[in-house]
């Protein structure tokens, strides 16, 4: 590997820049070297924090530092396109935040700018990092549970007050659809679940029927929960999955993240595979459980805490740029994900199933 240092610029410093850093901070092979936000201070204070040389309050300014080798782009969704092609533009290498974009028009002019400048660019999906995740698509990979038939997700959504303290500011935009580009739950949060719904599985999402319930909470403010979603994977083999979210809004969720919980099951066709935590710890089971042959594998000894998936995917990209290879997600299935989450919208707001091939097809 080469010794040289890719100077890195995070873009966005906000509550997830807490997590989004650590993997910059540890590797040897990467330095956090600039720092943007519009809130100065703010901008100031994560420099210190970070050991960061440069601060700036905008965008363009960051962009012409010749210094800056990739940014990491950590801001509102609503922002995401034109930074990413302004970025890919000055041809730095890009990690985007997730949801990458409102719609596949706006990806596909993202993936556009990246193969038109050469420069890498990645969706930063950090579930697809975390340990029991990884762990369970290799016991997968290597035939544990037979052929995979069916993807099941359940996301206990608990009280808005407990957990991180989230500045006011950050969660009304996710909470607003125009910025977020949905709801904070099925479109934002989302894309993690709808992302693990293809990990998992050997063929893409082909339809999905979704129902949402709103609930108005402000003037701009919205939450989408509970909501029930259900897909169709294709080829030969029937294989389906349901994502749930329970809106158990007056519930403690023990978290010292955002307050809510994901639980997998993965059913095979010689087994069953359960991940039982992620962003918290709703109960002390084993973070993997394995089921073949009338046996039941409990596996204790993973890394549970949420913050690695951020600290193992940044390396990764860090990685990729000095190895000069691609790193997931990349354009093509980013796009895949995103179209799952905006057929899933499309679902709940005209009440019929979507087939992801319309909104793949940009209808």
């Keep these: 590997m080469s010794e040289r240092r890719i100077r890195i610029a ?97 990806l596909d002019a993202v993936i556009a700018a990246a193969r038109a400048s050469g420069a890498r660019f990645r969706v930063f999906e950090n579930f ?70 293809r990990f998992f599985m050997p063929e893409e999402v082909e339809r999905v029927h979704a129902f949402i319930h709103w609930m108005k909470l402000g003037d701009d403010a919205f939450y989408d929960g509970p909501a029930l979603i259900s897909w169709k994977y294709a080829g030969a083999t029937p294989r389906f999955g349901s994502w749930e979210v329970i809106a158990s809004l007056a519930m403690r969720v023990r978290s010292k993240y955002y307050v809510s919980d994901d639980r997998l099951e993965i059913h095979g066709s010689e087994g069953i595979v359960w991940i039982n935590r992620c962003t918290g710890k709703l109960l002390d089971e084993p973070p993997l459980v394995l089921y073949r042959d009338g046996e039941t594998r409990a596996f204790h000894d993973l890394e549970t805490d949420w913050a690695a998936s951020f600290r193992i995917g940044t390396m990764d990209f860090v990685d990729a740029l000095l190895e000069g290879r691609d790193v997931p997600q990349d354009g093509a299935a980013a796009r895949h994900t995103l179209a799952f989450a905006l057929a899933v919208g499309r679902s709940a707001a005209e009440g019929r199933e979507v087939a992801l091939a319309e909104i793949l097809a940009g209808a």
């Excluded at 905008?58 to 801001?75: G, K, M, Q, S």
């Design 10 to 106: 995070i873009v966005g410093c906000g509550r997830i820049a807490d997590l989004q850093c650590q993997g910059y901070l540890a590797h040897p092979g990467a330095e956090i070297a600039a720092v943007c936000d519009v809130d100065e201070s703010l901008a100031r204070r994560r420099a210190a924090e970070w050991g960061a040389s440069r601060v700036y309050t905008d965008l363009d300014a960051l962009l012409r530092d010749p210094e800056i080798d990739a940014v990491d782009i950590a801001t509102p969704h609503h922002l995401h396109a034109a930074q990413a092609i302004a970025a890919l533009g000055a041809g730095k290498a890009v990690s985007l935040q997730k949801p990458p974009t409102h719609s596949i028009a706006e």
């Design 128 to 197: 697809m990092y975390y340990p029991p995740h990884t762990k369970a698509r290799a016991l997968i990979d290597a035939g544990a549970i037979g052929t995979p038939l069916s993807v099941r997700i359940k996301t206990a959504a608990g009280r808005l007050g407990d957990g991180w303290a989230v500045a006011p500011s950050s969660m009304a935009w996710r909470m607003d659809p125009r910025s977020c580009g949905g709801g904070p739950t099925t479109f934002d949060h989302g894309y993690h679940c709808y992302n693990m719904a």
